[in-house]
Each structure stands twice: as C-alpha cells, then as structure tokens.
C-alpha cells in the first residue's frame, strides 16, 4: 500500500507527541521508525492503524484520506509490543480470529490458518495456549495473527523487545526474509539502531515528536541532516574546539562551530607508521579497552579526548603511548547549519612525483 | 503464650460466627420439623420469601449490567478526564460509608410521597416508595459498589492491547466485548454476581426505611425476622433466619470457587 502522512500532529493536553510530520512509503518497504523512547514513535503508528486520533494533519492510503475511517475498515495488520495474543484462546483461534471476524466459510479459514502456521513455523503448536509458548513463538503467533486478514499494511511496534538478546537477532532476520515473502508495505517501531539499520530498508529518525531524516540506512550514516541524527547513528565524540584539530583549522572561520567525529574517520599509528605525516597530530593514549574484536582506544590530543579502535593485528599500544593521529573527517555544526568537512592537510601541498 | 493467643483466637471466631449459626439451627427446630414448616409456610412468611427473591433477581440483573459498564468506562474510555474519572471512581465507594438506613432516607426523601417529584409519580401510577421499585432501587443503592470494585481490577490487568488487537483484527466493540473481554473477566463478574446476591439477601436497613415493612406487600425476609422478633416469635425467626443463613453459605461456597477460578485465569 502507499503512505502518504502530510503535516501529522498528536498533542495530549500541554504535550505535543507528534509534532508536524510529513512522510511518502513506497509499496512493498520496510521502514523502520527510529528514535529514543517517548519521542512520538509509537503515537505515529497508532494515528497510522487509526487507534489513535491525529489532532491535525491527514495520513492517506493509495492517494485516498482515511482519518475517518475506523481502524476495522483500514486493512491493516498491527503486531503490538507484549503481542496482546487472546490468552484464554489457542494459537490457531488466534490466528483465525481476524478471518471469523470476516465470517469467512470454515473451510477457508482452515486452510488460511493452517497454510500461515507453516509458513512461520509453528506446525504442531496449534492447539497451545499463549501462555505455554516461548517469547519467540508467541512473537510469531502475533506475525501470523496479523496477516490472516491479508493486510495491506503491517504495523510492528517494537517486535523485538520483550525477546532476549540472543534469539532477537535470528528474529529479526526471520521477521526480515517474512515480510520480503509476503511482499507487504511494513513499518517498524524500535529504538535500537542496530535492529533498523539491520532490518530497514529505510528509516526514519524520530526524536521529540519530529520527523529528524528519512533514508537509507547509509545515507542517514553517510550524510546525518541533524547534529541529532549524527549523535543518534553510530559512535561518536563531539569536539568542542574542533579547530585545534589538524586539518581543520577552517572551522574557525564559523564561531560557534562544534565537531563531531566517529571512531572510524581516526586512524591511528606508532610514530612515523602514517604515511600523510603532514596531516597528523601527535597525541597519547589514554585508556585501552578490549572489546572481543579489537581495542577501543581513548587518545588526548591536548585537552581533546577521541576514541577509536585499533586491530587486533596491529602492535598493542600501552596507556601514555604517544601515537600520529590522523582525522579523516569530521561532521561540523553549529545554530544554524552542520556540514561535513574533510582534513584539508591530506592533500598533499606539495606532491612528489617520482 | 503463643497458645493462648491462637485459643483466644478461635474462641472469638467461634463465639462470633459458629455459635449463632448453631443457635439458628437449633432454636429453628425447637418445636421440631413441623414447627419450622409451619413458620416457613405461614402466608407472610412465603410472600417475604417471594419479595426476597424478586428484589434478588432485579438487583443483581441491573447491578451486573450497569456495574460491567461503569467498570468499562471508568478504566477504558479515554475521553473522560483524569481528574472527573478518579472523582466517579470515589464516588462508587459511597454506598461503602454511607449508612444504609441514611440511603433508604435519602430515597424516601427525593421520591417519598409527600415530596412533588413522589406525588407527580403517584399522580401517573408509579409508586416507589413502599413498594417493590423502592425496595430494588435502595437495595441497588447498598449494592452498587460490589460489581464495579471486582471488574474493575480485572479490566486493568488485563489492559487494553488485546480489545485493540481485536480491533485491529477487524471485530467491533460488541464483537470484542464477547470474545475478548468477557472471557477474561468473566470469574471476576461472577465473583461479583455473589457478593451482590449475598449483600441483597441480607439487607435490612435501607429496605426497611423504603418499604415500611408491610405485612404480605412489602415485607422482605430480614424484616419479617425483625418483626417475628418484635412479636417473641422466636421459632418463626429462627427458622427464617435458617432459610437465609443456608441461603448464605452456599453463596460462599460458590464464592471461594468462583474465587479460585478468577485466579487461575
């Protein structure tokens, strides 16, 4: 199904959940809804299913408004977080609920139940109730509860968080290769950066009822629009005086203005390992932490303090160390504009040619 | 010490509870079998009886209805501020404070025959007070809280995710209320269904303000006991007083049954 939310607003009393939101969703993707807890994520979704009403702004399926249809007219399918699975029925009444709703014939909503209960898995536990099946079942029983009605749009609020760390992230790839199967228009709730990154085939970053960005997850790592969204995706440190930084000297032109850097735009050397010394800084290690894979470094570069990791490979650094240091890049902002700039001293002012 | 204290403590329970229940059933057959029929088939016996169980069967009809919907729509309904909810939610307690005798009052006050809105009633046919809608309703006013008090736990318990899953699913609010909700608080319904059986059985003070305790018209079982008491018909009293009492204690084996169950799911 195609989404279109023009200009959606949800207050209740003095405090504003949803504040002027604006989104299109293409048919058939996956789009995950990112953003801390209490941002408005959750209120988007309701206002999408229709369980919540919109104090303004229209929210249109296939180019047609459909605020004022009732959540049992729109054709959508809600997966909610604790799964709100009916405990005093089986699996299979369940997941045949929606289609006795729709007074199908018997025979039909065997056949739909049964062909739903492969298709996620749960052959043999038909006749079990909620209560004697595992988070990740019950998850799945939720999954097929929702389709049964054949939806056109599948609402999950946060799927993945009542299940512990170790099945969520087979989950999610079930959850991911599920809904590409069944070809259905989907969005997501979490607020876990990993599972969107993961799962999404867009996202969108939501944070004090405002629509941050909208994207790839690439893009939305490559090129954050929002000081937020940069904090928000992957690591990083924000620099106050980014212009004591070499190679970035430039950022002293715009006051105000405050870097942020990523552990992956630092790379880090014994000294003279670097070859782009002129780009370098010298700096000392600080702290080093094992981290399973690789060392996380903490460098101070005068009252600077990055981090960074280093390979398992490489030589092991010590605390007080002294180390090159050379920024890549690094994502300023300031009031009123971010931007990205790159270390203006790795072009060589003075190549040799050889 | 310790003894002592668990002795004392039987013996209050026993002194309280046991020993006048044997006292019923004794004083009941003081005069053997036949003196107990003939107090239990005496005609205003058998009306009191009667009026008994009509004032059960409309109370605990109307006290259900009404109390699963006041339940609902004091934990669900979204539109109703917080403040006006928490405000409907003390004033269920009332009839908890209030005194019976003082709810009787209040209704014989407001619809009595000597008040206009009474007298307009009166004028159109519909008497209220001493008469069987005047008994219901005081007997109503005593019972309120009982349905309500035991829904409404239940409702918030269960939340409200599975009533919007079903919503989800297609199914309108009827369709909801009876595969969804009434499942779970079902046991909590009937739970309270036996309370206010109980309480309607036993009630005495507000019925006797409203009804005036006319012999074979508005006479209910517990005041008929008070007046057979009144007279020193103490076998009559008794043997009344057995009917409810019996009456009783299969209510509260229904109850802790009803009561197990409400736990299981």
């Given amino acids: 199904m195609h989404i279109e939310v023009k200009g959606l607003s949800k207050s209740f009393g003095d405090f504003k959940a949803v504040q002027d939101v604006s989104f299109g969703i293409k048919k058939g993707h996956l789009i995950g809804l990112l953003g801390p807890s209490g941002g408005g994520k959750t209120s988007i979704l309701r206002m999408l299913a229709g369980l919540e009403a919109p104090t303004a702004g229209d929210i249109l399926f296939h180019g047609k408004r459909v605020n004022d249809l009732p959540p049992q007219e729109r054709g959508i399918g809600f997966v909610f977080q604790n799964y709100a699975l009916f405990k005093h029925m089986t699996v299979f009444e369940n997941v045949a609920f929606g289609l006795k709703v729709k007074k199908l014939p018997k025979d039909a909503i065997r056949e739909r139940v049964q062909s739903l209960i492969e298709l996620t898995g749960l052959k043999g536990f038909e006749h079990r109730y909620p209560a004697q099946l595992s988070g990740g079942q019950r998850q799945r029983v939720a999954f097929a509860r929702a389709l049964a009605p054949e939806p056109q749009l599948l609402l999950l609020d946060e799927p993945f ?45 939501i944070s004090k009822g405002r629509l941050e960005q909208k994207g790839t997850p690439w893009e939305i790592y490559k090129n954050p629009e929002t000081q937020f969204v940069a904090e928000f995706i992957g690591e990083s440190t924000t620099v106050d005086n980014v212009a004591a930084l070499h190679g970035f000297e430039e950022a002293a032109a715009w006051t105000g203005t405050r870097g942020l850097i990523r552990p992956e735009y630092i790379e880090i050397g014994k000294p003279g390992e670097i070859t782009l010394a002129s780009a370098t800084m010298r700096g000392v290690v600080r702290h080093i932490h094992f981290r399973g894979s690789e060392w996380m470094v903490e460098l101070e570069i005068g009252d600077i303090r990055l981090i960074t990791y280093r390979s398992l490979e490489k030589d092991v650094l010590k605390p007080g160390d002294p180390v090159d240091i050379l920024i890549h890049r690094a994502y300023l902002f300031n009031e009123s504009d971010s931007w990205i700039m790159e270390n203006k001293l790795k072009v060589d002012p003075m190549p040799v040619i050889i | 010490m310790r003894r002592l204290w668990i002795g004392l403590t039987y013996a209050v329970f026993a002194l309280l509870i046991v020993v006048p229940l044997v006292k019923i059933a004794t004083g009941s ?237």
Avoid: C
């Fill in chain 2, 29 to 265: 057959l003081e005069d053997g079998v036949s003196g107990l029929l003939d107090a239990l088939l005496r005609p205003e016996a058998l009306h009191a009886l009667m009026m008994t169980g009509i004032i059960v069967v409309f109370v605990t009809l109307i006290n259900t209805v009404f109390g699963v919907m006041l339940a609902i729509y004091l934990v669900r309904a979204a539109w109703l501020h917080p403040r006006i909810k928490g405000l409907l939610n003390s004033i269920v307690d009332l009839p908890y404070a209030v005194s019976p005798v003082i709810g009787g009052l209040m209704i014989v006050l407001l619809v009595g025959p000597d008040t206009a809105l009474g007298a307009l009633l009166e004028g159109a046919g519909i008497k209220i007070v001493y008469a069987l809608p005047g008994m219901v309703i005081a007997t109503l006013f005593v019972t309120f809280p009982l349905m309500v008090r035991e829904v409404m736990p239940v409702l918030q318990e269960i939340g409200s995710q599975q009533e919007e899953a079903a919503t989800m699913l297609g199914a309108y609010s009827w369709y909801t209320f009876w595969k969804v909700t009434w499942p779970s608080i079902r046991w909590g319904v009937i739970y309270g269904v036996v309370l206010t059986v109980a309480r309607t059985l036993g009630e005495f003070g507000a019925v006797l303000v409203v009804s005036g305790n006319i012999m074979n018209l508005t006479q209910t079982a517990t005041t008929l006991v008070y007046q057979d008491v009144e007279n020193f018909n103490v076998v009559a009293a008794n043997g009344v007083a057995l009917v409810l009492a019996a009456f009783s204690v299969g209510l509260l084996l229904l109850m802790e049954w009803a009561k197990k169950r409400k736990e299981v799911h």
């Fill in chain 1, 161 to 205: 968080a009542a299940i512990d760390a170790k099945i969520r992230s087979e989950l999610r790839t079930w959850l991911k290769e599920m809904i590409e199967r069944v070809g259905i228009t989907s969005i997501f709730v979490t607020h876990d950066q990993d599972e969107a990154i993961e799962v999404a085939d867009e996202i969108m970053i």
